[in-house]
C-alpha cells in the first residue's frame, strides 16, 4: 500500500525518506538520511543512507565472504567496485541489505518497495553483482534501522524526523557527503536555517 496523506486511516511511510532533525537526541541517528524499506502497526525497518562503511570496499567484501576467490578479483567489472557500501543501522550490522533499481528480482527474495527502489538481502544478488548480471544501480549496507510498535510514530510526533518522498536519485547518484542536505532541499528546507553549532546565527 503506498503511503497516503489520508488522516482517516493508517499513515504509514514505506518509500519515503526520514530526515533527522538537528534536535535527534540519538547520536546513531543525527544529521542522517533513512530509507523506510517497511513500516506498519508492528513497527519499522528502514536503512541509513548517509553513514560510509570505512575502508570497506564491495570487491573487498566478495572475496571475505567467498563469493569470489582472491584471484578473481581482478576481473570483476569496474562498476562493482562503485557499489557503496553503508552502515545502514545498529541492527544486524553483520548482515547486508542491498538497495537497488528494479531491473533486478529474485523470487521470494526481493521486496519491491516502490517503482524505483527494491530491497534484497540475500547472498544471491552479491553473486549476481559479481557476474556482471546484478541490477543496473545498487548500494549495499551492513545492519539497518529498526523501531518497535508505535516508536516511530513517536519520534516524529516529537519532532526527531521530518519525512517525505523518497528519490531514487538521491540513493543511487548523489555523493554520501552531500544526502542530507539533498534531502533537506527536497523537503522545501534550506539547510544553512537548520544549523545547530553554536557561534552561527
Not at 538537528?22 to 513500516?39: I, K, L, N, Q, W
Not at 544526502?179 to 537548520?194: H, K, V
Request: aromatic share 6%.
Amino acid at each position: 500500500m503506498n503511503p497516503t496523506a489520508d488522516h482517516d486511516g493508517p499513515n504509514y511511510l514505506d518509500g519515503q525518506f526520514l530526515v533527522a532533525m538537528p534536535g535527534m537526541t540519538d547520536e546513531r541517528f543525527a544529521r542522517s538520511v533513512v530509507y523506510v524499506c517497511a513500516h506498519s502497526a508492528e513497527g519499522a525497518m528502514g536503512i541509513v543512507l548517509n553513514r560510509a562503511a570505512a575502508n570497506v570496499n564491495l570487491p573487498d567484501l566478495l572475496v571475505q565472504l567467498e563469493i569470489i576467490p582472491e584471484q578473481e578479483r581482478i576481473r570483476l567489472q569496474p562498476r562493482v567496485g562503485l557499489v557503496q557500501v553503508l552502515i545502514g543501522g545498529p541492527v544486524e550490522t553483520t548482515r547486508g541489505f542491498v538497495l537497488h533499481s528494479p531491473d533486478f528480482h529474485i523470487s521470494q527474495s526481493t521486496l519491491p518497495i516502490d517503482d524505483q527502489v527494491c530491497l534484497t538481502a540475500t547472498v544471491d544478488i552479491l553473486r549476481a553483482i559479481a557476474r556482471g548480471e546484478g541490477p543496473r544501480y545498487a548500494v549495499l549496507a551492513l545492519g539497518y534501522a529498526g523501531w518497535g510498535a508505535g516508536q516511530l510514530e513517536h519520534e516524529i510526533q516529537a519532532n526527531g524526523w521530518l519525512n517525505c518522498p523518497a528519490d531514487a536519485e538521491l540513493i543511487f547518484n548523489t555523493s554520501v557527503d552531500e544526502r542530507y542536505e539533498f534531502a533537506l532541499r527536497r523537503i522545501g528546507i534550506d539547510p544553512g536555517m537548520l544549523s545547530d553549532q553554536a557561534g552561527h546565527a
